[in-house]
């Protein structure tokens, strides 16, 4: 997978092109993003309304599977990779929820999940 990902970053061989709002565009190879995703099989995809930095560290995750969950992106992260159905990302940042559950932050937490979920149904 690290050949692949050279690959990307030196755009050879990708056949599919993903687009953020802001304009970023990244080359991909389509077959490894639609392993994790089936809202990659098209060749050219915008996703609206992701920052291309969040866009980014999932393209990575799919090439190599790991992402650096933090407290920053936790949360954008998690909408997303459940908007895209990136299912080890989206359990990655549970986790991440899950062990930084503290007195300080679960009340925040609370109203994120209740956002999320009032958000999903939507």
């Known amino acids: 997978m690290q050949a692949l990902h050279r690959l990307r970053e030196c755009r050879l061989l990708c056949d599919a092109i993903v687009r953020a709002d802001d304009g970023a565009a ?3 190879h389509r077959a490894i993003l639609s392993a994790c995703s089936p ?42 990779a459940d908007f895209l159905a990136f299912l080890g990302v989206l359990q990655l940042c549970c986790d991440h ?22 958000s999903i149904k939507s």
């Open 97 to 118: 929820l899950r062990t930084s559950l503290s007195p300080k932050n679960c009340l925040g937490i609370m109203t994120f999940a209740r956002f999320a979920t009032l």
């Open 26 to 28: 990244f080359p991909v």
């Open 39 to 80: 809202y990659f099989l098209l060749s050219d995809v915008l996703i609206s309304g992701v920052r291309s930095e969040i866009l980014l560290l999932l393209i990575e995750y799919a090439y190599l599977r790991r992402i650096d969950v933090t407290d920053a992106n936790v949360h954008e992260l998690l909408m997303t």
